[in-house]
């Protein structure tokens, strides 16, 4: 059956209430049990909302009440091992039982919405909107860039939920950027329009990798000899930690880094800040820099002069270490400009399930 698609989020008008086992947050071990019908036996209306990344897959149904969400439950999905996106789709109604009706439906997706589907980057198979209508029974079914769906997410969320590298001084209406460093390297900007702000998507994430020092020319040509390709997303995303990790300290290796299931950037991150490994200590200094370099030129490329959010699974977990001042050295060193960039504040966004709240926004304007 067809679908519904608009070109960006709506202004986000929607408020979202903590479900009643009191919080917004992931359950540790997913949906405990199905959802059932009310006290009469009747069908419960819901919206579903999904964040589908390169690692991992969130979907969550919330219930509408006016202008309110209340998130019901919650189920998460290692990417990889899925075998196709309709395969987590039928998991997760399986979760909720019979006693739910889908009447809407929106999904962030990390790669380009071409039409009603989007090929993600990091993952071997398709997201289809066709394909969700099908198995939900609605036609309304929307697909967006994962970043817009942050973006929606960022207007919904609690101050204590944002940390503010850099206060600076807001223009109004001015566009504001965004980037998300996680399994991929997400970036996008929004600009003001009559109604609200307009969500550009980018995949400057996929642009080259542009050294500025001679250190990072050595890793340029030090990445060079593995691979033909060298974008940006190479060396500042989650995998870009053993990168830099290597190029730093070739003959330091730690048994994590080879342990089937384990990511060595999970274990480059703890040992520095633990203070256990000086190679790891400094991969992740130089990766910050290297976040914040490219962080600055997509301030500047779109003038965003409103703000840059700094979103993805990465940022907060090294939070202690982003606030030394390395990122924002990085994100100011523009040659004349660097006035220009002291002023935009620069934002981090702590709470990982922004894009959720985003798209069930986006998904609740369907109705």
Same mark, same amino acid.
């Given at each position: 059956?067809p =679908?519904d ?9 929607w408020?979202?209430?903590?479900s ?17 019908g009310?006290?009469n036996?009747?069908t419960q ?5 999904g964040?589908?990344?390169?690692t ?23 990417? #990889? ?5 309709? #395969?987590?789709?039928r998991?997760f ?5 019979? $006693?739910?009706?889908?009447?809407a439906a =929106? ?7 071409? &039409? ?5 980057t990091?993952?071997?198979w ?14 309304r079914? %929307? ?7 942050t ?8 101050p204590? #939920? ?5 206060? *600076?001084?807001?223009?109004?209406g001015?566009?504001q ?20 702000? #307009? ?12 050294? /500025?020092?001679?250190?990072?020319i050595?890793?340029? %040509? ?6 033909t ?5 190479t060396?500042?995303?989650g ?5 830099l ?12 880094f080879?342990?089937e $299931? ?8 703890h %040992?520095?800040?633990?203070? &256990?490994c000086?190679? =790891?200590? /400094? ?8 976040? *914040?370099?490219?962080?600055?030129n ?27 001042? %390395?990122?924002?050295?990085?994100f100011?060193?523009?040659?004349a ?9 620069v ?14 926004a ?6």
């Amino acid at each position: 059956m067809p =679908c519904d698609r608009w070109d960006s989020p709506p202004a986000f008008d929607w408020k979202f209430e903590m479900s009643a086992d009191g919080a917004l947050g992931l359950p540790s071990e997913g949906v405990s049990e199905k959802m059932g019908g009310g006290a009469n036996g009747k069908t419960q209306t819901v919206i579903l909302s999904g964040d589908i990344g390169g690692t991992k897959s969130n979907f969550a149904v919330f219930e509408r009440k006016g202008k309110r969400l209340r998130k019901l439950v919650e189920r998460r999905f290692p990417s #990889q091992e899925a075998a196709s996106f309709e #395969q987590m789709v039928r998991a997760f109604l399986d979760q909720l039982g019979a $006693g739910a009706k889908i009447e809407a439906a =929106c999904f962030g997706v990390a790669g380009p919405v071409v &039409g009603n589907e989007v090929h993600p980057t990091n993952l071997a198979w398709p997201v289809d909107a066709e394909v969700a209508s099908h198995i939900l029974g609605t036609r309304r079914v %929307r697909l967006i860039n994962d970043m817009g769906a942050t973006f929606a997410g960022i207007d919904a969320l609690e101050p204590e #939920q944002l940390v503010a590298l850099q206060p *600076g001084t807001p223009a109004a209406g001015a566009t504001q950027a965004l980037v998300a460093a996680g399994t991929g390297l997400g970036e996008a900007f929004r600009v003001w329009t009559d109604n609200g702000y #307009q969500v550009i998507p980018s995949e400057g994430g996929h642009a080259d990798f542009a050294p /500025r020092t001679e250190e990072e020319i050595e890793l340029l %040509r030090f990445l060079k000899k593995q691979q033909t390709w060298v974008d940006v997303e190479t060396v500042v995303s989650g995998r870009g930690f053993y990168e830099l990790h290597q190029f730093l300290g070739p003959g330091v290796d730690h048994p994590d880094f080879h342990a089937e $299931g384990e990511d060595p950037a999970a274990e480059i991150t703890h %040992r520095a800040l633990a203070g &256990g490994c000086d190679i =790891c200590l /400094r991969a992740v200094d130089l990766w910050i820099s290297l976040y *914040g370099a490219e962080a600055g030129n997509l301030a500047l490329k779109t003038l965003a002069r409103g703000g840059v959010f700094v979103a993805g699974g990465i940022a907060a977990k090294i939070l202690p270490r982003l606030t030394t001042g %390395r990122f924002l050295e990085a994100f100011r060193q523009k040659a004349a400009l660097g006035e220009i960039l002291s002023a935009i504040p620069v934002t981090v966004v702590l709470d990982p399930e922004a894009p959720l709240l985003g798209a069930a926004a986006t998904a609740a304007a369907l109705l």
